[in-house]
C-alpha cells in the first residue's frame, strides 16, 4: 500500500449537501493528523488539526480510524466557497518529523 | 507578523542552470520542508529538516540539494541533475515536535525551464 492514499475525485456537489472523502494511510505511530484545504494555484492552508479520535469545527468534521487506518473529513451544508483540493497529513513515523501529503480530492460545489 | 517567506513567486531559468530558491522563516520553527507539485498533483517531498545543521531526503530527493546553516533558512537547489525541474515548489516550517504540529506554507515559487 502507499504511504498516503487519497481519492482524486473530482467530487462534483449541489450547493447545500453534505460530502466526505477518506484518506488511508500506512503508518500508525502518530496520534495527530491534519486536513489542508488547497486553492487553485496557492499554498495548502491548515484547515484542521486532529489529536485524538476527533475533531468538529462548525460544519466540518475529521474522525480517524485507526483500526481501519484512515482519516476522514465531512462537509456539511457545503458553500461554493469550498470548492478546493483538500489534502489530508496522517499519522507520521513517530519520533520523525517526515510529513507526507496525499495527493489530494478535487471538490467542486455546484450552485 | 510571523511567517515564511520564498523567494522569487517566478523563476525562469535555461536547461543546464542550477538554481537556488530562497525560503526564510521568523517562526523560530525548528522544522522545515521542501516540497514540489506539479500540476493535477499532490505535494511531494523533497528535502526536510529537523533541526539546524541537519537534513534528511525525502521521496523525490535526487536532482536536489539543501543547507541549513540558519535555522531561519533552508534554500533549496535544483541542479541541472534535476530532469524535470519545470514545477510549483514549496517551502514549509513546523514546531517540530515529531509532526504534532501542523504545517505552516509560503507562497511558493514557480519555476520554469526552457
Known sequence: RKEVEQDPGPFNVPEGATVAFNCTYSNSASQSFFWYRQDCRKEPKLLMSVYSSGNEDGRFTAQLNRASQYISLLIRDSKLSDSATYLCVPPGDFGNEKLTFGTGTRLTIIP | ?114
Open chain 2, 1 to 114: 507578523d510571523g511567517g515564511i517567506t520564498q523567494s522569487p513567486k517566478y523563476l525562469f531559468r535555461k536547461e543546464g542552470q542550477n538554481v537556488t530558491l530562497s525560503c526564510e522563516q521568523n517562526l523560530n520553527h525548528d522544522a522545515m520542508y521542501w516540497y514540489r507539485q506539479d500540476p493535477g498533483q499532490g505535494l511531494r517531498l523533497i528535502y526536510y529538516s529537523q533541526i539546524v545543521n541537519d537534513f534528511q531526503k525525502g521521496d523525490i530527493a535526487e536532482g536536489y540539494s539543501v543547507s541549513r546553516e540558519k535555522k531561519e533558512s533552508f534554500p533549496l537547489t535544483v541542479t541541472s541533475a534535476q530532469k524535470n525541474p519545470t514545477a510549483f515548489y514549496l517551502c514549509a516550517s513546523s514546531i517540530g515536535d515529531r509532526g504534532r504540529s501542523p504545517l505552516h506554507f509560503g507562497n511558493g515559487t514557480r519555476l520554469t525551464v526552457t
